[in-house]
């Protein structure tokens, strides 16, 4: 098969959240069972300034957005410690601005014509450079109009003609809503503007194109795929997911283990695995505690948070029950930005509490890997969580998420019970409700359980002992391309078919 991965980020080039990881681990995991992929994204700023080498690749394109012709560049690298080929989509007044999405918590005034660009250029480009995918797969609202226009602007462009598309939705609280008016923008008819295209509740949805243009849709956990069918959690789109039920799945993410395994983290204090948690947590615990100006203490359990400082988050938890927690002996780190509101929150308990608490308000991928090495306890106490990857890296390092029964986290964490710690099974602490009282009868759990040695070892060690690597979820999404290419070519799936069976 032949995969074009379309994201609006990807790490190590451009990251604000998980999407990113995904993004440059997926590929590179689909290319290892044996495939063709490329992945292709915006040409940000900061990509210039932290990723790894560019080269052009020539293709000049010229993107119709709107009446305009606009030009602009492929340039190519590579995802690293792999042949899978990253393009990167450059066109400097769209690109070449600090922030990827908007400023200072208000989105660009332009996303729109942003976005149109980036899908449509990434179908020129596409076509230019032969690639021939069998499936474009499309990651949120950023790439919602790639299914729409596969079928018809560009359906007889050179080597796309029968390629499929993948819609996965990572979170579908961010949908890529605009005022009607941006219709012309995306060169497609004013036909499509209606309830059963592009339209949603009067303005233009990125989003809603995407989920019934695409020939399959996934999100990225089950639990989630069945919540965003429900009124409470569709958040208006649950009507076309309940009726696209048969062509959704949900494929809980993997993780980069070759970055985010303590053995082979070169920033933090000590490598450790399984066998050596004890030691090396400890030596991370201490760095931690140092550099963030706390006592260095081995008996404390240090909570940690690390994500978008968004109410998405259960920041408004985390606010209820935060002086209950600090009144106890316990610290606190967190890394984060966002919303405002939550930096005073933060700032306020660092203020309160100096010797509990630090906060890191900006964004450092070092620090986010050296505060899950260090930390005891990782809070993820989510109102929703499409998969979530920070439990998954908690996991990994040994540190016990605490989360809400709720999409990827529900999925992947084993609440502690009698029995499962009795089995081995129990890797977190997994509360009902999105409630304070809730919350804080987990917090409570999380002591009673840190103060027994012997089950706070067994909980870290199953967890650590949990397989999150990408080939399971890889293979997943394997069966759903072929799938695809079932639907939209069936005589090459046939001749896929006898090959495979005659190898
Ligand atoms: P979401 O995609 O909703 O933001 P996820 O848990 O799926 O949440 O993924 C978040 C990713 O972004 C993780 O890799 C996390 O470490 C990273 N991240 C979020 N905020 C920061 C930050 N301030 N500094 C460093 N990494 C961050």
Redesign the pocket.
Known sequence: MNIVFVASEGVPFA???????VAGALPRAVADLGHEAALFIPCYRKVWDQGPELVGTGVPLRVPVGAATISGHVFESRIPGSDVPVYLVDQPRYFDRDGFYGHLGHDFEDNCERFVFFQRAVLEAVSALGLRPDVFHCNDWQTGLIPLYLQTLYKDAPGLAGAGSLFTI??LAYQGLFWHWDVPLTGLSWDYFNHTSLEFHGKLSFMKAGLIHADFLSTVSPTYAEEIQTQRQGAGLDGILRERRADLRGIV?GIDVGSWSPMREPMIAKPYDVETVATGKAACKAWLQEHAGLPVRPDVPLFAQ???L?P??GWDLLADVADGLLGLDVQLVV???GHPKYHDLLEGLAKRYPDKVWA?L????A??HQI?AGADVFL?P?LF???????L?SLAHGTVPVVHATGGLVDTVVDLTPATLADGAATGFVFREPTPAALWEALARVLDAWRDRNAWSKLVHAGMSTDWSWDRSARKYVEVYREIARRKRPHLAQEGAKAAASA
């Open positions: 990251k604000t959240g998980g999407l990113a990881d990572h979170n993410n690390i994500g978008r968004d998405q988050k890394l984060g930005t890191h900006g964004f450092s991928d620090l986010a899950e993820m989510s969580e499409p998969c979530g990857l920070n439990q890296y």
